[in-house]
């Protein structure tokens, strides 16, 4: 059938006449969702309503509550520069958690930039400071967590420190926290600036913070004061009720919150960490962390990582929601009642910048009455960096021994002789006055440091019961056990005493093993005329290849289960069949006491 000409005119115009209509109602569109980008862009503040949570991209779907007035202009258009190259992109490279490759062209100035932070600061510049991250919790972390009334909960001042912090990390650890708490937590959140010599951490930052949708309050210290007068200064303005302390180059993750508060809320003397995740230096990518680990410290009072143990995993019913009653915390990131943190002394203000405090508040908390765990339903991603890229006055060696030692000082009753053995440096670094921290111990009536190893513990490589401490020498050769940096599986070996105690440092424990921190020596393969000692990983029970005793009058170390004498051949240790007289059979053990 032909259609008329006016038929077809009618059809074209009518056509037409929708288009405009369409192309006007599209650019009004655009023209709105513009505007309300650039507002994001810029960083007016914007409403968040009491109780929402704001997820990836929600900020931009808010109307400014309103706008400063009195901008300095100059402060505006360096913000405004920063935000021009500040990724907003939610899609864009680093999305989902997943790492960034710079282009091989681009090395050697990635390389130069890395100085900076001691990260691939490129990297980062890359990634959207409002990513999208995946959802790591488990089912069980999840139904635990929806169960959760939030309503109920007290307020938290989360409190963050930084120094010279790159841009675009501190921004999205803020982002992250905004985008992912439940707004009726979150009082305010709190920023010490260290003393930070950067443009960007000044008035632009002042400036771009007072635009965010929660309270934000900055501190700028008049002088590098370090982690814990910093974040000292943090908690004595915070009005919430419960403390929550960060890194300042984080990422929290869905639900991350409510699991954390919920148990101080509880028990208020509870301390609780997160899972750390791990943000890689190099990419940026978020890898997740073990929720089978927990916190422990060696000989030198490093903080560790270890597998939970078979007796905690029962504890829990093997409910890998459930939160792990840890031995020590990482330090970076807890949260504690307010009160309850004031109430135990909060840091040790004798510590210098920053160091061994994580150590010193888990055996305080511990042995005056409280309680630390992690919550495997709460997760955090923190970038960890190989070195610091700040100095420490002094060296870094002597502010970490200074710290270290305040902690064995006031806490370790005894036991701080393993510290002083296997750090002997410590020992000419002046702690400084004590006395109040001893006072404060003794007003709260703080329980031993043998009462912690016994009862939170046991797994501790500081054994509750020990013989010796000290050097384990042959006096004809006069050459002392030493690990020699040896790996575990390689034999064990000596080398010329020097007394200063470090890799010749050893304990015979009440259970007969000859430890040297997490290292044990091991009387290798049955027992042949001639057996060979290695050094093996130390076993919270002893196996019986790692029994020993020591005949205080003859000087021999015995193999128990095959009698056999620890003999000195060649810079070696060696089994062999016990001979009264022979002088490379003998052995002094510094200060041995025989068992009661």
Request: charged share 25%.
């Amino acid at each position: 059938m032909k259609i008329r000409p006016d038929v077809c005119r009618a059809i074209l115009l009518t056509s037409l006449g929708w288009l405009v209509i369409d192309v006007i109602i599209l650019f009004y569109t655009l023209d709105n969702s513009a505007i309300q980008t650039r507002n994001v862009l810029r960083g007016e503040r914007l409403t968040l309503e009491k109780g929402e949570t704001a997820h990836p991209l929600a900020l931009a779907e808010k109307q400014p509550q309103h706008q400063e007035e009195h901008v300095d202009p100059e402060t505006e258009e360096a913000l405004n520069n920063l935000l021009a190259g500040t990724s907003f992109d939610v899609n864009g490279p680093g999305s989902n958690g997943e790492g960034v490759n710079i282009d091989p062209s681009k090395d050697a100035e990635m390389k130069e930039m890395f100085k900076q932070n001691q990260f691939n600061l490129m990297a980062s510049n890359l990634i959207s400071v409002n990513r999208t991250l995946p959802d790591y919790r488990s089912s069980k972390c999840k139904s635990n967590t929806d169960s959760i009334n939030v309503k109920e909960l007290p307020s938290v001042s989360i409190i963050i420190v930084f120094h010279n912090e790159a841009w675009t990390t501190l921004l999205r650890g803020l982002y992250s926290i905004i985008y992912r708490s439940p707004r009726n937590l979150l009082e305010e959140i709190i920023l010490i600036d260290d003393y930070s010599d950067r443009a960007h951490l000044k008035k632009p930052l002042d400036l771009f913070v007072q635009r965010l949708p929660v309270p934000v309050h900055i501190v700028h210290l008049p002088e590098r004061s370090g982690l814990i007068r910093a974040r000292l200064a943090g908690s004595d303005i915070a009005k919430g009720k419960v403390l929550l302390f960060l890194d300042a180059h984080i990422e929290v993750t869905e639900g991350w919150l409510p699991p954390l508060i919920t148990r101080v809320h509880e028990d208020r003397k509870r301390v609780v960490a997160p899972i750390i995740d791990v943000i890689s230096d190099d990419t940026f990518e978020y890898v997740t962390a073990s929720d089978t680990t927990w916190g422990g410290f060696n000989w030198h009072l490093n903080f560790r990582w270890y597998t939970v143990p078979e007796r905690e995993m029962s504890r829990r019913n093997y409910d890998r929601a459930s939160p792990i009653r840890t031995p020590t915390i990482a330090g970076g990131l807890f949260a504690v009642d307010k009160q309850f943190f004031y109430d135990i002394g909060t840091y040790d203000k004798g510590m210098q910048v920053w160091g061994g405090e994580n150590l010193e508040i888990s055996f305080r908390v511990w042995m005056c009455g409280g309680s630390l765990e992690i919550h495997p339903c709460s997760r955090v991603g923190h970038v960890f960096r190989k070195q610091t890229p700040y100095t420490f006055p002094g060296g870094t060696a002597k502010v970490i021994h200074h710290n270290a030692a305040r902690t064995a000082e006031v806490w370790m009753d005894e036991y701080k002789q393993f510290f002083y053995s296997m750090v002997p440096a410590a020992k000419q670094v002046d702690a400084g006055d004590v006395s109040p921290r001893l006072k404060l111990r003794e007003t709260l009536q703080c329980k031993t440091f043998r009462w912690y190893l016994e009862n939170i513990y046991p797994e501790a490589p500081v054994p509750a019961t020990y013989l010796s401490i000290g050097e384990i020498s042959n006096p004809a050769t006069k050459l002392c056990f030493d690990t020699m940096g040896k790996k575990t599986g390689e034999s064990a070996g000596v080398s010329p005493c020097h007394g200063i105690g470090g890799n010749q440092a050893w304990s015979l424990t009440k259970e007969g093993q000859i430890r040297s921190d997490e290292t044990c020596i091991s009387a290798f393969r049955g027992f042949s005329t001639s057996t060979t000692i290695r050094l093996e990983k130390c076993t919270v029970t002893p196996s019986e290849k790692h029994i020993f005793s020591y005949d205080e009058e003859k000087k021999h170390i015995i193999h128990v289960q095959s009698g056999k004498c620890i003999a000195v051949k060649a810079n070696v240790l060696e089994l062999e069949d016990c001979e009264p007289l022979n002088s490379q059979m003998s052995w002094n053990v510094a200060n041995y006491q025989a068992a009661a």
